[in-house]
């Protein structure tokens, strides 16, 4: 097997005058490590081939900058580089990771390997593509194969719970959102995923007309306010929903398992602790509450 060869497009030599478009700005579509050297520093030459084998290995996936340090000091200045070698990766035009002195291969690749995309989240990438252009069928497929290369890739597992409930297929998606740990960072967007889901299912089956002409024969008729309250949120009708929610808990607050409390607060959730509707909302409920 050949060994792969750093070329000019994926290892660059980078000057004061061409850091913030080399480095920034690149770094906003591709993670660009940055190796501060210097040609009399024997660590530097150490760690250097090792970067730029790299370099070559990922074929693109980072970009490799190398900046002399004795011909370009103010970028030495500005990054407070106190000794050499001292690498540090940047994306989104910011600082992302860093480390001084030359390092083994392994270290040095699992550092790499923290700054470039995985399969799984190259093929998550793709399926939330495909979503928002609305071909749902590729975007299952797509976040069902980053699942296949990493069973737990959250976003993924995300992302194909959102696109099975907008393809009706409701207990596949909460089965799906349900396998997110709590306390991971995803766990807030599956809640709010699974409460959609859950508005579906308490609305299925019913029509808005038939509900507020049932609502209008027995305003009591708690039942059909739940219904009707479900079957507004997941139309994203927020406003009308929470009112509906609202009358539940007043009316017979231990409705469906304090149903309504429950679903208003997965509501907040999904609306955001910032929203308007949100503070609003919660402290109409807190007054019936209390």
């Given at each position: 097997?050949?060994?792969?060869?750093?070329?000019?497009?994926?290892?660059?030599?980078?000057?004061?005058?061409?850091?913030?478009?080399?480095?920034?700005?690149?770094?906003?579509?591709?993670?660009?490590?940055?190796?501060?050297?210097?040609?009399?520093?024997?660590?530097?030459?150490?760690?250097?081939?090792?970067?730029?084998?790299?370099?070559?290995?990922?074929?693109?996936?980072?970009?490799?900058?190398?900046?002399?340090?004795?011909?370009?000091?103010?970028?030495?200045?500005?990054?407070?580089?106190?000794?050499?070698p001292a690498v540090k990766a940047f994306y989104n035009g910011k600082v992302a990771g860093e480390f001084t002195g030359a390092q083994p291969e392994p270290q040095v690749r699992k550092f790499i390997q923290g700054l470039v995309p995985s399969q799984a989240d190259l093929l998550a990438r793709q399926g939330y593509e495909w979503e928002m252009s609305n071909q749902l069928a590729m975007a299952v497929t797509n976040y069902q194969a980053a699942l296949a290369e990493q069973p737990d890739h959250y976003p993924a597992m995300v992302g194909l719970g959102r696109t099975l409930l907008r393809q009706g297929q409701v207990e596949a998606a909460l089965a799906t959102l349900n396998g997110i740990p709590a306390g991971i960072p995803e766990r807030a967007a599956a809640d709010a995923l699974i409460a959609t889901a859950q508005f579906q299912q308490h609305a299925n089956g019913h029509s808005e007309a038939d509900l507020r002409a049932a609502l209008t024969a027995d305003p009591k008729d708690v039942a059909s306010r739940y219904a009707l309250a479900s079957l507004l949120a997941s139309q994203q009708r927020y406003i009308e929903a929470l009112d509906e929610f609202l009358e539940v808990v007043r009316r017979n607050r231990k409705y469906n398992d304090d149903g309504a409390r429950k679903a208003m607060l997965a509501l907040f959730t999904t609306l955001g602790e910032d929203n308007e509707l949100t503070r609003t909302y919660r402290q109409k409920l807190a007054n019936v509450l209390f």
């Amino acid at each position: 097997m050949q060994t792969p060869v750093a070329t000019k497009t994926n290892v660059i030599d980078v000057t004061e005058q061409t850091f913030a478009v080399e480095v920034l700005e690149r770094s906003k579509t591709t993670p660009v490590v940055v190796d501060f050297w210097a040609p009399w520093c024997g660590p530097c030459r150490m760690l250097g081939p090792t970067l730029e084998k790299l370099a070559a290995e990922f074929n693109g996936a980072f970009i490799l900058a190398k900046v002399n340090v004795d011909e370009n000091q103010r970028l030495a200045m500005q990054f407070r580089v106190q000794g050499i070698p001292a690498v540090k990766a940047f994306y989104n035009g910011k600082v992302a990771g860093e480390f001084t002195g030359a390092q083994p291969e392994p270290q040095v690749r699992k550092f790499i390997q923290g700054l470039v995309p995985s399969q799984a989240d190259l093929l998550a990438r793709q399926g939330y593509e495909w979503e928002m252009s609305n071909q749902l069928a590729m975007a299952v497929t797509n976040y069902q194969a980053a699942l296949a290369e990493q069973p737990d890739h959250y976003p993924a597992m995300v992302g194909l719970g959102r696109t099975l409930l907008r393809q009706g297929q409701v207990e596949a998606a909460l089965a799906t959102l349900n396998g997110i740990p709590a306390g991971i960072p995803e766990r807030a967007a599956a809640d709010a995923l699974i409460a959609t889901a859950q508005f579906q299912q308490h609305a299925n089956g019913h029509s808005e007309a038939d509900l507020r002409a049932a609502l209008t024969a027995d305003p009591k008729d708690v039942a059909s306010r739940y219904a009707l309250a479900s079957l507004l949120a997941s139309q994203q009708r927020y406003i009308e929903a929470l009112d509906e929610f609202l009358e539940v808990v007043r009316r017979n607050r231990k409705y469906n398992d304090d149903g309504a409390r429950k679903a208003m607060l997965a509501l907040f959730t999904t609306l955001g602790e910032d929203n308007e509707l949100t503070r609003t909302y919660r402290q109409k409920l807190a007054n019936v509450l209390f």
